[in-house]
T-cell receptor, first 114, second 113 residues
Framework: NAGVTQTPKFQVLKTGQSMTLQCAQDMNHNSMYWYRQDPGMGLRLIYYSASEGTTDKGEVPNGYNVSRLNKREFSLRLESAAPSQTSVYFC?????????????FGQGTRLTVV | QQQVKQSPQSLIVQKGGISIINCAYENTAFDYFPWYQQFPGKGPALLIAIRPDVSEKKEGRFTISFNKSAKQFSLHIMDSQPGDSATYFCAAKQDTGRRALTFGSGTRLQVQP
């Protein structure tokens, strides 16, 4: 049982380059999320998808776009990477209609923008 | 504006001691309060959670204390072990509207042997 799988695990980009972070879950969850983790700031929500076909902005959406490709997959795209986007990115999934639904996280993608 | 404030940033405890991490929230619509544990190089994983209709929840050595009127909750780790060394995040969520977790800033716990 893989849970939430993120690719790649590590990436170095030059300023201005673009890339897509991939996320897939095999738990049949309706909701998926992208967070970024920075030292001393916890995890901040970038975008989320409450269900297949819907996406909404979180706390820090600027510079990012997302695609909910199907129920399993939720990708995060950086169109023109900036050094401020250097961070560890986590994808998560949960099933909110279930009371106390646990959010399951992937292993993270460590992104460095130089 | 940080909706969930967590303290301390770091904590060093001797083996067998009690670790205490505190959080305060502002949004009274929050109705689910989990704690997540994260080891280096891994994603956060749910440790224990509470809803505001109870004041305390205990699972093994881990206890959440919840004070609804003060809008505060805390994690107590009894008999702390070196294997508990990790970063701990408190979080909060509401079951209506945006059903996404809002996290505190994290506490790095070191349990010394």
């Amino acid at each position: 049982n893989a849970g939430v799988t993120q690719t790649p695990k590590f990436q170095v980009l030059k300023t201005g380059q673009s890339m897509t972070l991939q996320c897939a879950q095999d738990m049949n969850h309706n909701s998926m999320y992208w967070y970024r983790q920075d030292p001393g700031m916890g995890l901040r929500l970038i975008y989320y998808s409450a269900s297949e076909g819907t996406t909404d902005k979180g706390e820090v959406p600027n510079g990012y776009n997302v695609s909910r490709l199907n129920k399993r997959e939720f990708s995060l795209r950086l169109e023109s990477a900036a050094p401020s986007q250097t961070s560890v990115y986590f994808c998560a999934s949960s099933d909110p209609p279930v009371l106390n639904a646990e959010a399951f996280f992937g292993q993270g993608t460590r992104l460095t923008v130089v | 504006q940080q909706q969930v404030k967590q303290s301390p940033q770091s904590l060093i405890v001797q083996k067998g001691g009690i670790s205490i991490i505190n959080c305060a929230y502002e949004n009274t619509a929050f109705d689910y309060f989990p704690w997540y544990q994260q080891f280096p190089g891994k994603g956060p994983a749910l440790l224990i959670a509470i809803r505001p209709d109870v004041s305390e929840k205990k699972e093994g050595r881990f206890t959440i204390s919840f004070n609804k009127s003060a809008k505060q909750f805390s994690l107590h780790i009894m008999d702390s072990q070196p294997g508990d060394s990790a970063t701990y995040f408190c979080a909060a969520k509401q079951d209506t509207g945006r059903r996404a977790l809002t996290f505190g800033s994290g506490t790095r716990l070191q349990v010394q042997p």
